[in-house]
């Protein structure tokens, strides 16, 4: 299997993708990389480890599209940008996946452009991976699509099933639309609407809320993106919130700092599942391929695990499962 | 000043409306209170209490609303509850204001009815109160309006300004329209009206995202009511999740019984202020009267809150500066 690599994508670009690359091969020896950036960057960052040559290739693409570029401009002006050359290669079967930790923007928009969607598909979605108390699952969409009409619910509950009960291994993954009430008469004119359409599937638990989300009340939590990415940078915040508050509390219990470095310790166990390092990246569920994204701030450890997750989705050829599912 | 308090609203009445309204008097000798229900139920409950008989009343009210009856539908055929007749009291001046832990959708559809509008106001809103870094600020409309129009936008920046400066004590509280990025240009159709329209404020902070509530880097967070009330609910289960999440982490430290004391203790001062107890309860900012809603598990210290709170919306006449603000 192969999977390309934007080496030219995020905060910590060419150390992340290079480092994550490394290990990603190291893990799984069916794996090649082949990294795609500016090669002089990529080489000189190369040249600082020991790895296997056969199995990390690098193409060469030296335009870089910054992180806060305008999509749509940046994928038309930028065709040399290692963004739009991955997803090119990726047309061309020259690899299998196309993962990026950059402009999550201009991944999309050249993801829909130059690969299509699925057949069945409306409009690819992007979505979150939440720590709930059962495990990570999915809340989605979570910033690709603002506006979502009803039967645009019923595909992304259908790929959301499909992609946790394959990639995250829940047996029958049950489907909640995300409302200010359980009944199914509340919400907007839309919501309610799609709560009608979603009722045609046998894995729709009904209307769940905000507080559902971390008891995983259900695995695919559905609601619109302007919702999915306020709620997910909400809950981006809360271990840094947390130790700001703790410290308050610490201090207003006047405990010392040996207590205080336990207390921390606790936490950061006890929120691992908040790291974006761990989850690594989520796909673009819906278009004709497989193109993942990761956090501006990815770590070598998000990028190896976004290699990872990639290399499920292949092997488990999600996408032939979403087509045949809509169907 | 006389408060009239619901005393057959929330899961806990008449035991919480009794206990929460005597406390309140104790505290403020400046203060009346009369309790609405079910006059045998509310004098059972008042006979096990050593109380102030000259600033403590009851007012007859046979009927009460359930928690989950249809609003509308409450109100029209449920004349004699608690929440008609204590609104109908108010309407007459016959108190300053009415509160109540019951059917938040029931006291906002017969404070809108029988009160109305302030001038300038097209729709009343609820606001959430939420905990940030900087102490407790405004995440508001949290579920009264679903679908919020530009101009609304600034009439709720404008009422929830007055009620930060004026309730909160925040000095010149400033305004943040929730969106998924800071640039102007983000967000649906709708919200990039609202922008524009939100400019010709001096405290608009421009968009802010959702991980910038816990860091409050807005004073006043506008939203949906759907956007809201998801939100809402969501930061309300935190302290619940997370206790979870710290019960594991301490398994998978194999930590013991004193440790895991001494977390729980630093958990629960650090989240004192998530506690819905110490709000007490939120105004319908807007409406031509004063009416607050208390969470349905309001606890005596809920309520004695709630009628402080209200208190200091009449002596701060907040309805007359939000009527001037809005010419």
Redesign the interface.
Known sequence: MIIAVDAAGGDYYPKSPVEGSIQAIDEDPNLTVILVGPEDIVNNELEEHDYDQERLLVQHAPEVIGMDESPAQAVKTKQKSSIVTGIGMHKKGKCDAFLSAGNTGALLAASTFLLGKLEGVSRPTIAAIY?T?KGPRLVMDA?AN??VRPSMFVEFAEMGRIFVNEIMDVDDPQVGL???GEEEEK??DN?KKAYKELQALSNFVGNV???????GKADVFL?D???G??????????P???E???K???N??G?GAE?AK??S???K?????FDPDKVGGVPFLGVDGLTMVGHGSSSPLAIKNMILSAAKCVDHNINEKIVASLK
């Open positions: 720590p108390i910033g603002l506006e995300l409302n200010v919400g907007t919501l809320e905000g507080g559902d989300i971390f008891s609601c993106g302007l919702i990415n306020i709620v997910l940078k909400f809950g981006e915040s809360i840094e919130a947390l700001r508050f703790v308050k509390g610490i207003d219990l405990l207590e336990l207390v310790k606790v936490l166990a006890s929120l691992a599942e």
